[in-house]
Structures are given as structure tokens and as C-alpha cells.
């Protein structure tokens, strides 16, 4: 009981300090060919941060992931005049998640909130966010209520993937949730130890732990260019984050091999049973039938262990997830 209270003194000391303070805010958006929606993507950031000019300073941290079009250039021209604008050029296309990794590691906020690059994730969610957080939540995660802006099978597949990702790993991931978020300063550093060789940044937030909120948010339209997840893409992720979250897939080998065993030693039983009253049991088809389906089994299972194994592989040549080519400075607002 007295526990609790202190507990209860402790958080409420932590809203009061962040009801006053005036914190630093890090936006970091990674963007991969997103020529068209980089101006407008900066202005409507901008917007957002005159309104919250009284209580707190931004910066914006833009990751070029190895983009083929323009958009490098055109960040660099707009940084010329938006002096709060930092941008990473990565040496070559890394992904999404490592692109993500590039910008927080590069981010000096005491808050840092991520978002994607083609205005889906609309910034005018963002005091949203940062009232949450002043309300001493440390991770404040967004929910999409997706209103057909997404394609049925997108929406459809990304529900089925968010139930086998629950069933499979301990990690609990909200419905919707994507790389739209804000996490105080030392989720980003608990987040900064991790060495996974692919991060999964849902999993991994979910992983940490902090007091942790989710807002809804309605979905929107890409202003320009297309998606960058074609469904084969889609589906290497989320098979990618399910390997780095769960050994399941590893175990299913020993239910089916208990399972195929009992079925076979019923059989042989039988077999042998139906020998001492005199008659053999013709059926090498039967035979055949299950050495096939075993083997179908079997090299599935030798999969799914390959998929482990690269990992390990991967994990020991350590290369780095991120390298970056080019970067221009920033600063918040109030340091010019
Ligand atoms: N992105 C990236 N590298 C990639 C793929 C995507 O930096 O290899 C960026 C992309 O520019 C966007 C965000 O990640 O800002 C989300 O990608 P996208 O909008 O294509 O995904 P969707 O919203 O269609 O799921
Ligand atoms: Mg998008």
C-alpha cells in the first residue's frame, strides 16, 4: 500500500515536470524515392511546430534511404532554408527499419517521434502526441483507423499478420500500429542497445516496456509516388519479424515428429497385429503416401531451421546495418 502511493508520488512528480518543461522534440521520417512529398511533408511539420512554438523546440531529421530520384537533392535544398532540417544519406538502399535506425541514432531530442515520409501519418497528430507524453506516458504509440485509404488485401493481410505475430511471440502488438510514434529519450536508448540484425521496430518498443499509450489517428492518403511494399516485400518483413521475435516456428519439428511417430507406431501395430492372424497387409501406395508426406515435412522444417541459422550467420559477420554517405547539420529553433 505504501509502495503504491510512492509510486503514485513518483509519477505524479513526472507529469508535474513535464506539464512545465520545455522539451527538445526529434521528427525522424525515412524516405525512400519520395521526391514529390519532401516540401510538403516539411511544411506541414512546420506548421505544427509554429503552433507549439510556446512549449517546446524541434528538429527534423530526414534519412535518404538510397532514394534513385531526386530526393536527396531536393532535401538539400530545402535545408538550406529550413535550418531545423538535418539530413543522412545512407550509401545505398537499406530499408525502412535500418533507415529509421540511421535518423534516431542521429537524433539529440529529449523526445523523438517517428513517422513515415509521404504524409500517411499526419502531423497534426503531433501535440496529440507530446500532450500524452507531458501526461507521463514514455511511449505513445498511434493506431490507424484505416477508412479504405489502404487496399482491402493490405488491410486484410496485416490483420492476419498481427494474429500470427501475437499467437507466435510474447510481444503484444496493438492492431494497426506502424513506425508512427513518440518515445521519450530512454525508450530511444534501450531501443539504441539492441543489436538485432534486422530491428523490428513494433516489436522491439513493444519489447521494452514504459508506460505505453496508443492514439487512433485516421489513415491517409500517399500525397505522391507509390508504396514501397509490394506484397513480396511485405511478406519478407513479416516473415523477418517473426524470426527475430520467436523460436516456435524452430519447435513445430517436435510436435509433428511426436505426432507422426504415435501415428506410426498405431500403424505398425496394426500391421504387425494383422501378421499373427495370417494376413500381410498389402499397400506400398500407403507406404509411399507417408514417406512422401514426411519428407514434405521434413524439408519444410530444414527451412524454417535455414531461416535460423541465416540469421546466426548474419549475426556473426556483424556487419553495420546503416552506412552513411552524405549528411547536412541542424539545429532545434532556439539555438539559432
Ligand atoms: N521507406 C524507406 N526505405 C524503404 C522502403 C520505404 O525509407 O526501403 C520509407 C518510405 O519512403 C516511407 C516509409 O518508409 O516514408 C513507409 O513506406 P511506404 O509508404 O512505401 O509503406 P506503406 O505506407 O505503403 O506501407
Ligand atoms: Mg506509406
Redesign the pocket.
Known sequence: MKQAAANEENRQRLVDQRQTARPRVSVV????N?QGNIRPLISALQEVFQRLADEADFEIVLVD?GSADSTWAEVVAVAADVLELKALRLSR?F??QN?LLAGLFNTEGDVVITM???L?HPPELIPELLANWRLGYDVVNTERVDIGENSLFKRKSSHFFYHVFSRLTEVRLTQGTSDFRLMDKKVLNSLLMFNDVRMFFRGAVAWVGFSTLTVPYRLQP?HSGT???PLKRMLGFAGSAIVSFSTVPLKIGIFIGFLTSLLAFAELSWVIAQYFRGITVPGWASTLGIVSLLFGVLFILLGTMGLYVSRIHEALQGRPRFLISESTSGRFLNDR
Open positions: 521520417a525515412p524516405v525512400y519520395e534511404d538502399n530499408g525502412h533507415a513515415d515520409g509521404d500517411q500517399r508504396t514501397k511494399y
